[in-house]
């Protein structure tokens, strides 16, 4: 709750964490529909 509630009070490793989060569920719910992803994809940028 505190991330969307207050982002600014976020340690940096904090948002590295929760960034690595979100790219895994990301990846894990493009597995479980199929989507395929190609070189210009996002996730390699973040």
Same mark, same amino acid.
């Given at each position: 709750?505190?991330?969307?509630?207050?982002?600014?009070? =976020?340690?940096?490793?904090?948002?590295?964490? =929760? =960034?690595?989060?979100?790219?895994?569920?990301?990846?894990?719910?493009?597995?479980?529909?199929?989507?395929?992803?190609?070189?210009?994809?996002? =996730?390699?940028?973040?």
């Amino acid at each position: 709750m505190r991330a969307a509630n207050e982002p600014e009070k =976020l340690s940096p490793y904090e948002v590295s964490g =929760l =960034l690595d989060r979100s790219i895994d569920t990301i990846r894990d719910m493009r597995e479980q529909t199929g989507i395929a992803h190609g070189a210009k994809d996002v =996730l390699r940028g973040l």
